[in-house]
């Protein structure tokens, strides 16, 4: 019984993942493109629980459904209104070309791992029950990883100064604006 | 392991990431093109949390883990560019963007 409501949990969340997947490349108003991304990364997230990665999906909740997704609609907001559809304008052969190469990324990917790993996916290692728990993952960052926090925190940081470079506003648009404004 | 094994985990981090491209590539704003990133970033990230599931090792997580603040660092940068083109009044349209020059 166990077995079932996880089978039938998991292919809900499958199905919510690509679904949503879809309806981000092909709604128009990126409003509501964003917003169906939040709904794939929630659905996500229960995949990963269902993997047993419990940090993992309370973290992609946390900052990618929370942080990155609200950063992400205020600046679609900021932009105003700005629909573009998928297939609008431009000639179609480049369109038909773009899904003929993503099919062909998907039927090398899946050759790729079949050939690699075919016979090997069945027989999952027994896990105990704190895998992927925050005090498992915490004492990998500090022990094992500790180099790759610390490189984590420097890339954020240069990102967070290269946002602020890009987001001020230089003088000669200052200017720009002023001579504008004067009749 | 209760419910599917993890080659079920792989099929569904494969057509993500192929729908993920087929955004980047089909789509001329550049807010959906990071949106598809996304989209590809969060497929790969299934993968390494299936496979460390597949191989009872964390590493995998961490890895994961270190990939979404890269990604919270592409977005920064990303949507700091799309402010800065939007401010400089030019068309928010990936195929005129040619030059990377002010």
């Known amino acids: 019984m166990g077995d079932f409501l996880v089978w039938v949990v998991w292919i809900l969340a499958a199905a919510g993942c690509l679904g949503s997947a879809l309806a981000v490349i092909s709604f128009t108003n990126p409003f509501f493109s964003a917003l169906a991304l939040i709904g794939n990364l929630g659905s996500l997230a229960v995949l990963f629980l269902l993997a047993s990665a419990e940090f993992v999906a309370a973290a992609q909740v946390l900052v990618y459904a929370g942080a990155v997704m609200v950063m992400f609609l205020f600046v679609i907001a900021y932009l105003g209104d700005r629909t573009e559809g998928p297939v609008t304008g431009g000639p179609s052969w480049v369109s038909l070309g773009a899904l003929v190469v993503a099919a062909a990324l998907l039927v090398e990917i899946v050759v790729v791992i079949g050939l690699a790993a075919g016979d090997g996916l069945a027989d999952e290692a027994k896990v105990e029950r704190s895998f992927g728990s925050p005090s498992e993952i915490g004492r990998l960052f500090l022990t094992d990883h500790l180099l790759a926090f610390e490189i984590t925190s420097i890339v954020l940081l240069v990102a967070a100064v290269g946002g602020v470079v890009l987001g001020t506003r230089s003088r000669a648009e200052d200017e720009e604006e002023l001579a504008r404004a004067r009749p | ?102």
Do not use: C, K, T
């Not at chain 2, 993890?6 to 001329?28: D, E, Q, T």
């Not at chain 2, 969060?42 to 590493?59: E, M």
């Open chain 2, 1 to 102: 392991m209760q419910g599917p094994d993890i080659s079920w985990y792989l099929v569904v981090s494969a057509i993500m990431f192929a729908i993920g491209a087929a955004g980047v590539l089909l789509r001329r704003s550049p807010l959906i093109v990071l949106l598809s990133l996304e989209i590809m970033l969060n497929a790969a990230n299934l993968s390494l949390i299936a496979f460390a599931r597949l191989h009872g090792d964390q590493d995998g997580q961490v890895f994961a883990l270190a990939v979404m603040a890269v990604a919270a660092a592409e977005v920064v940068v990303g949507l700091g560019l799309i402010v800065a083109i939007a401010r400089r009044r030019l068309d928010l349209d990936v195929d005129r963007l040619r030059v990377l020059r002010g």
